[in-house]
């Protein structure tokens, strides 16, 4: 498994942006393909963007489509993601996730994950 720890998360107004970072360690970054998912109070735990081991491919929830961007840096071993124009409903503790090679949508095919960070949007 591979070492996860989120940051970036914090208070933020309805249309504002934040960026959340995940840095990895333990084995070899570029082997793995990365997700985000998030759950908010009340709610399970839900897809939000993945990326692929080499960057090329990402995929996104229908809900954050155009306006969050996933990224990574296999140099420092960190994925990112840019949120934008975030919405009321954004808020919710936001996870990072790790599973070998192709990205995938589901969180049982994760199979190391970080501590989350908390991302509150004000209306």
């Known amino acids: 498994q591979v070492q996860l720890v989120e940051s970036g998360g914090g208070l933020v107004q309805a249309g504002g942006s934040l960026r959340l970072s995940c840095a990895a360690s333990g084995r070899p970054f570029s082997n793995y393909a990365m997700g985000w998912f998030r759950q908010a109070p009340g709610k399970e735990r839900e897809f939000v963007a993945t990326i692929s081991w080499s960057g090329r491919s990402t995929d996104y929830a229908d809900s954050v489509k155009g306006r969050f961007t996933i990224s990574r840096d296999n140099a420092k071993n960190t994925v990112d993601l840019q949120m934008n124009s975030l919405k009321s409903e954004d808020t919710a503790v936001y996870y990072c996730?790790?599973?070998?090679?192709?990205?995938?949508?589901?969180?049982?095919?994760?199979?190391?994950w970080g501590q989350g960070t908390q991302v509150t949007v004000s209306s």
């Open positions: 996730a790790a599973k070998l090679w192709t990205t995938a949508q589901t969180m049982a095919a994760y199979d190391s």
